[in-house]
């Protein structure tokens, strides 16, 4: 049986027989004594493998064998670690292989595995390198020279040697196996011996790639496509095929793959610009304009002949341009200058006027200075010298271009550049020079050359020289096409910083009547009436036409502001009210309809409260005022918001009161502040509450003592709201949080309380009885317990009906004794006598309640008086009995107001 190839080989290998010796198929098994550890040999020679991968018993005899002390020894068993590395972890890449042809991973995870899964190093190689170094011997110059002979002889054998194959030899049987197998027409066979060989050595390509072409062959070219990926993986070096598999990939429009695999090609072939080039257009592709533009400018670096000159001013042209499109004006400039400083030959004057005006977007003067020096022949004259090369302004700073006398610009340009020279040199305050071009612009039609009118205006007013500024905008103002509101307005800042106060506010004043939301105006004419201490007049400017019902899409934030202080100052409430109510809806929803209401008590926080009434807002299609101007810091706000809505409790204005509450709660500035958050969440309730809106009330008030679950003034706020609501569906939230507080003091008497109101005598007995025996001397939870033994004595069917009441009675003595000889305890005992209708013994404590003493006494004295509750219960006993006059005298002495 040992001499039988057959013996211990599977059924594919069985198939493939005739193409393997058995020579060879012994010396398979031989190699597979330890382990299924292929290790393919470090030469290209016939000679013997040596076992490298060994079980653990024989790596340990390998480590007591002792380390070489020859360097090329060592070199040698540096090279043999790293191909056992190699072919040691075989799992991990036969795994990520199969997986990603199986469609289980993508090629973007098969990448990562295959470039960061690095093997671990052989427990020799970390020996070796913590060995103490040796010190450097002397070599003489013979030696010298036959070290570098050999070394020169090595590199021309490397350079010539073909590439090494990964199949190792004992396997290149079964590789040609499959080939026949596949030219044979067998394709299933085939394909199983390229998934054992891939079993057997993940690291060789040989396998995938005959793969891919079977798949491509048996129509399969999407994983055809995959098992060329993964041969490719296996040598990134081959630049040609990346590219035939990016091309295949756009084929089965994969671009994010074929961006990789355009990567690994550029990898290998870094000054590639065509492969730069098509990378470039796939993230164009796929919406990746960041990674397209690092694209665009790593080409540009490589575009330095003369011959791709023009090529290379066009790419910067369009990047500088989709730079500035996403304001990214430095990179843009950047761009600009490297094909500046190039190619200046072929730049044209479009390009020139692009690049001065990013430069003025960046406030570059100088560097725009330079540019015109060298590109347009501007000439500066200087007390001593003329300057006409960009070099001699090197050296220049801001104070050197004051003292400039005169500036040359050529009349051949264009009017847009002569006006650009102008701005630099006003930013510079190069005054005396500005002159004759500022002459020279005038001279032009203000209704040609408008814009460039209010640019060089612009500039005047931001180094505050307005008197120049004031002479532009006049003859603007003239013009039929500029005749608007913005250039009244900067007109109007003219005049008031030329302090002319009476020309400013009529100014002012026309902004107002042309644009009627124009905030920048009120403002400015408002300040300008309080500076007159026109207050009144003042806070009218800043009226909103949404204050007066008109349907206006935007207002100012800080108009409404000012003009809320205004009316506080004069304390002219129910505008201020009006004004702060609009100015809170700034920063918080407006609550219209029942839906946005429930949205908002649905919700816990401030962004599911938003998000929800988003979508209810983006459904009504009901255009909302748009707020625009600079945030009031919050502290002033909340200052607006504490104000406004005292007043509206104080006039009782409930229902105001609550809708700003409830939005309140949608607000983002205030609810981002605990504090903030946790008034404005009791406002809420409290504005409910006086609104009668019982079931929001709840709500809050059910969050309230969650949140406060041992707070006493929150529950008895909880037992107040249900008390006006009249509802039970509190019943089941307290058996809920019963369960998880069982014992709460609270939660018991109030779960007592629900089932005496419910009639379910024995579960209010049940829960009283827990908190009696917690507390023994609670007068309140003695009287409960009495109390309850008295309902039940007067249910219709109850047994022991006597034995009952007696029990109820000697719970209520003791009652009696905890709460001591008072008004209350006589009133309670005589209600109670008064319920089994024992009417004289009731009538006795009735009386000795009516002259008890009150238990509170203060200024809440006559709140808890129960004269009103005692005589009344006198007077329907006594008209039970026939006694009408003593029933008439006590109503008239106690109830009668």
Same mark, same amino acid.
């Given at each position: 049986?040992?001499?039988?190839?057959?013996?211990?080989?599977?059924?594919?290998?069985?198939?493939?027989?005739?193409?393997?010796?058995?020579?060879?198929?012994?010396? =398979?098994?031989?190699?597979?004594?330890?382990?299924?550890?292929?290790?393919?040999?470090?030469?290209?020679?016939?000679?013997?493998?040596?076992?490298?991968?060994?079980?653990?018993?024989?790596?340990?005899?390998?480590?007591?064998?002792?380390?070489?002390?020859?360097?090329?020894?060592?070199?040698?068993?540096?090279?043999?670690?790293?191909?056992?590395?190699?072919?040691?972890?075989?799992?991990?890449?036969?795994?990520?292989?199969?997986?990603?042809?199986?469609?289980?991973?993508?090629?973007?995870?098969?990448?990562?595995?295959?470039?960061?899964?690095?093997?671990?190093?052989?427990?020799?190689?970390?020996?070796?390198?913590?060995?103490?170094?040796?010190?450097?011997?002397?070599?003489?110059?013979?030696?010298?020279?036959?070290?570098?002979?050999?070394?020169?002889?090595?590199?021309?054998?490397?350079?010539?040697?073909?590439?090494?194959?990964?199949?190792?030899?004992?396997?290149?049987?079964?590789?040609?196996?499959?080939?026949?197998?596949?030219?044979?027409?067998?394709?299933?066979?085939?394909?199983?011996?390229?998934?054992?060989?891939?079993?057997?050595?993940?690291?060789?390509?040989?396998?995938?790639?005959?793969?891919?072409?079977?798949?491509?062959?048996?129509?399969?070219?999407?994983?055809?496509?995959?098992? !060329?990926?993964?041969?490719?993986?296996?040598?990134?070096?081959?630049?040609?095929?990346?590219?035939?598999?990016?091309?295949?990939?756009?084929?089965?429009?994969?671009?994010?793959?074929?961006?990789?695999?355009?990567? !690994?090609?550029?990898?290998?072939?870094?000054?590639?610009?065509?492969?730069?080039?098509?990378?470039?257009?796939?993230?164009?592709?796929?919406? %990746?304009?960041?990674?397209?533009?690092?694209? =665009?400018?790593?080409?540009?670096?490589?575009?330095?002949?003369?011959?791709?000159?023009?090529?290379?001013?066009?790419?910067?042209?369009?990047?500088?341009?989709?730079?500035?499109?996403?304001?990214?004006?430095?990179?843009?400039?950047?761009?600009?200058?490297?094909?500046?400083?190039?190619?200046?030959?072929?730049?044209?004057? &479009?390009?020139?006027?692009?690049?001065?005006?990013?430069?003025?977007?960046?406030?570059?003067?100088?560097?725009?200075?330079?540019?015109?020096?060298?590109?347009?022949?501007?000439?500066?004259?200087?007390?001593?010298?003329?300057?006409?090369?960009?070099?001699?302004?090197?050296?220049?700073?801001?104070?050197?271009?004051?003292?400039?006398?005169?500036?040359?610009?050529?009349?051949?340009?264009?009017?847009?550049?002569?006006?650009?020279?102008?701005?630099?040199?006003?930013?510079?305050?190069?005054?005396?020079?500005?002159?004759?071009?500022?002459?020279?612009?005038?001279?032009?039609?203000?209704?040609?050359?408008?814009?460039?009118?209010?640019?060089?205006?612009?500039?005047?007013?931001?180094?505050? &020289?307005?008197?120049?500024?004031?002479?532009?905008?006049?003859?603007?103002?003239?013009?039929?096409?500029?005749?608007?509101?913005?250039?009244?307005?900067?007109?109007?800042?003219?005049?008031?910083?030329?302090?002319?106060?009476?020309?400013?506010?009529?100014?002012?004043?026309?902004?107002?009547?042309?644009?009627?939301? !124009?905030?920048?105006?009120?403002?400015?004419?408002?300040?300008?009436?309080?500076?007159?201490?026109?207050?009144?007049?003042?806070?009218?400017?800043?009226?909103?036409?949404?204050?007066?019902?008109?349907?206006?899409?935007?207002?100012?934030?800080?108009?409404?502001?000012?003009?809320?202080?205004?009316?506080?100052?004069?304390?002219?409430?129910?505008?201020?009210?009006?004004?702060?109510?609009?100015?809170?809806?700034?920063?918080?929803?407006?609550?219209?309809?029942?839906?946005?209401?429930?949205?908002?008590?649905?919700?816990?926080?401030?962004?599911?409260?938003?998000?929800?009434?988003?979508?209810?807002?983006?459904?009504?299609?009901?255009?909302?005022?748009?707020?625009?101007?600079?945030?009031?810091?919050?502290?002033?706000?909340?200052?607006?918001?504490?104000?406004?809505?005292?007043?509206?409790?104080?006039?009782?204005?409930? &229902?105001?009161?609550?809708?700003?509450?409830?939005?309140?709660?949608?607000?983002?500035?205030?609810?981002?502040?605990?504090?903030?958050?946790? %008034?404005?969440?009791?406002?809420?309730?409290?504005?409910?509450?006086?609104?009668?809106?019982?079931?929001?009330?709840?709500?809050?008030?059910? %969050?309230?003592?969650?949140?406060?679950?041992?707070?006493?003034?929150?529950?008895?706020?909880?037992?107040?709201?249900?008390?006006?609501?009249?509802?039970?569906?509190?019943?089941?939230?307290?058996?809920?949080?019963?369960?998880?507080?069982?014992?709460?003091?609270?939660?018991?008497?109030?779960?007592?309380?629900?089932?005496?109101?419910?009639?379910?005598?024995?579960?209010?007995?049940?829960?009283?009885?827990?908190?009696?025996?917690?507390?023994?001397?609670?007068?309140?939870?003695?009287?409960?317990?009495? =109390?309850?033994?008295?309902?039940?004595?007067?249910?219709?069917?109850?047994?022991?009906?006597?034995?009952?009441?007696?029990?109820?009675?000697?719970?209520?003595?003791?009652?009696?004794?905890?709460?001591?000889?008072?008004? &209350?305890?006589?009133?309670?005992?005589?209600?109670?006598?008064?319920?089994?209708?024992?009417?004289?013994?009731?009538?006795?404590?009735?009386?000795?309640?009516?002259?008890?003493?009150?238990?509170?006494?203060?200024?809440?004295?006559?709140?808890?008086?129960?004269?009103?509750?005692?005589?009344?219960?006198?007077?329907?006993?006594?008209?039970?009995?026939?006694?009408?006059?003593?029933?008439?005298?006590?109503?008239?002495?106690?109830?009668?107001?």
């Amino acid at each position: 049986m040992d001499d039988d190839p057959m013996e211990g080989t599977s059924e594919l290998f069985a198939s493939v027989l005739s193409d393997v010796t058995p020579e060879e198929w012994e010396n =398979y098994k031989q190699m597979n004594k330890y382990g299924n550890y292929i290790v393919d040999s470090a030469s290209d020679d016939d000679s013997c493998m040596s076992d490298r991968s060994v079980s653990p018993c024989r790596e340990e005899m390998i480590a007591n064998v002792e380390l070489v002390e020859d360097e090329e020894a060592e070199v040698a068993s540096e090279a043999s670690d790293d191909e056992e590395n190699d072919s040691g972890q075989t799992a991990w890449g036969c795994d990520a292989a199969v997986k990603y042809v199986n469609g289980e991973i993508t090629f973007s995870e098969l990448n990562d595995i295959m470039e960061n899964k690095k093997p671990n190093r052989h427990p020799r190689k970390k020996r070796r390198t913590e060995r103490e170094p040796k010190e450097p011997r002397q070599e003489s110059q013979i030696e010298k020279e036959h070290r570098e002979y050999e070394m020169e002889l090595k590199n021309k054998k490397k350079k010539g040697r073909r590439k090494m194959s990964h199949l190792p030899k004992e396997l290149e049987g079964l590789m040609g196996a499959a080939h026949v197998k596949f030219a044979q027409g067998e394709t299933e066979d085939a394909i199983k011996m390229c998934m054992e060989l891939i079993r057997l050595a993940p690291t060789a390509q040989e396998p995938f790639q005959t793969l891919g072409v079977i798949y491509d062959a048996t129509g399969e070219p999407r994983k055809s496509l995959q098992c !060329y990926l993964v041969a490719a993986c296996l040598d990134p070096s081959d630049t040609e095929e990346w590219i035939r598999l990016a091309d295949l990939s756009l084929e089965q429009n994969k671009i994010a793959q074929a961006i990789s695999c355009y990567s !690994y090609a550029i990898r290998n072939e870094p000054d590639n610009v065509p492969f730069l080039w098509e990378r470039c257009n796939l993230y164009e592709r796929i919406g %990746d304009r960041k990674k397209a533009l690092a694209g =665009y400018e790593q080409i540009l670096k490589h575009l330095s002949a003369p011959e791709a000159g023009q090529k290379c001013v066009e790419m910067s042209r369009e990047i500088a341009k989709v730079h500035y499109e996403n304001t990214d004006y430095i990179n843009a400039i950047k761009v600009l200058e490297m094909a500046f400083t190039k190619f200046p030959s072929l730049i044209t004057s &479009e390009d020139v006027n692009f690049l001065l005006e990013l430069q003025l977007i960046q406030k570059f003067y100088t560097s725009a200075i330079k540019n015109f020096v060298q590109h347009c022949g501007v000439k500066l004259q200087m007390p001593d010298r003329e300057i006409d090369t960009p070099d001699e302004l090197e050296t220049f700073t801001d104070d050197d271009f004051k003292v400039v006398l005169n500036c040359y610009v050529p009349e051949v340009l264009p009017v847009d550049l002569a006006v650009k020279v102008l701005l630099c040199l006003i930013h510079l305050q190069s005054l005396t020079a500005v002159q004759p071009l500022l002459e020279a612009l005038i001279q032009e039609n203000p209704e040609d050359f408008g814009d460039l009118y209010l640019d060089v205006a612009e500039a005047f007013m931001e180094i505050k &020289e307005y008197e120049f500024a004031k002479t532009l905008l006049s003859k603007l103002l003239k013009t039929d096409n500029y005749n608007l509101p913005a250039v009244w307005m900067k007109y109007a800042d003219c005049l008031h910083a030329l302090s002319h106060v009476e020309e400013a506010m009529s100014a002012y004043q026309k902004v107002i009547e042309m644009a009627p939301t !124009y905030q920048e105006a009120r403002l400015a004419l408002s300040n300008i009436l309080l500076k007159k201490g026109k207050i009144a007049e003042a806070a009218s400017i800043l009226k909103q036409e949404y204050e007066e019902g008109k349907e206006v899409t935007t207002l100012g934030i800080d108009a409404l502001y000012q003009r809320c202080r205004l009316l506080q100052a004069e304390k002219r409430w129910d505008e201020f009210i009006q004004a702060a109510v609009l100015l809170q809806y700034s920063h918080c929803y407006l609550l219209e309809t029942e839906e946005e209401y429930s949205a908002v008590m649905a919700n816990q926080t401030s962004k599911r409260r938003n998000e929800a009434l988003r979508d209810l807002k983006a459904q009504s299609k009901k255009p909302a005022p748009e707020f625009i101007g600079s945030k009031i810091s919050l502290s002033d706000m909340w200052d607006i918001f504490k104000i406004v809505s005292n007043k509206l409790l104080e006039q009782k204005r409930f &229902e105001e009161l609550q809708c700003l509450s409830l939005a309140a709660l949608t607000s983002t500035m205030f609810m981002k502040n605990p504090e903030m958050a946790k %008034d404005c969440e009791f406002q809420a309730l409290l504005s409910c509450f006086f609104n009668n809106s019982h079931y929001y009330a709840y709500l809050l008030v059910k %969050d309230l003592v969650i949140k406060n679950i041992n707070n006493p003034k929150a529950w008895n706020l909880f037992c107040l709201i249900i008390t006006r609501s009249q509802e039970s569906r509190h019943n089941r939230f307290c058996l809920r949080l019963m369960m998880k507080h069982q014992d709460h003091l609270a939660l018991g008497f109030l779960n007592g309380h629900n089932a005496m109101i419910s009639g379910t005598y024995k579960h209010a007995l049940g829960e009283y009885m827990c908190i009696l025996k917690e507390r023994p001397n609670d007068p309140f939870a003695t009287f409960c317990v009495g =109390y309850t033994f008295i309902h039940m004595a007067c249910q219709k069917f109850a047994t022991k009906r006597h034995f009952l009441a007696l029990q109820g009675f000697v719970f209520l003595s003791h009652y009696l004794k905890l709460k001591g000889e008072c008004q &209350e305890a006589y009133y309670n005992i005589g209600r109670a006598l008064h319920q089994l209708g024992m009417k004289d013994m009731a009538i006795q404590y009735y009386k000795k309640a009516l002259c008890a003493p009150v238990v509170i006494k203060g200024p809440d004295e006559e709140v808890f008086n129960l004269k009103r509750e005692i005589a009344y219960n006198l007077s329907l006993i006594y008209q039970a009995t026939g006694a009408l006059d003593l029933a008439y005298m006590y109503s008239r002495k106690y109830i009668v107001v």
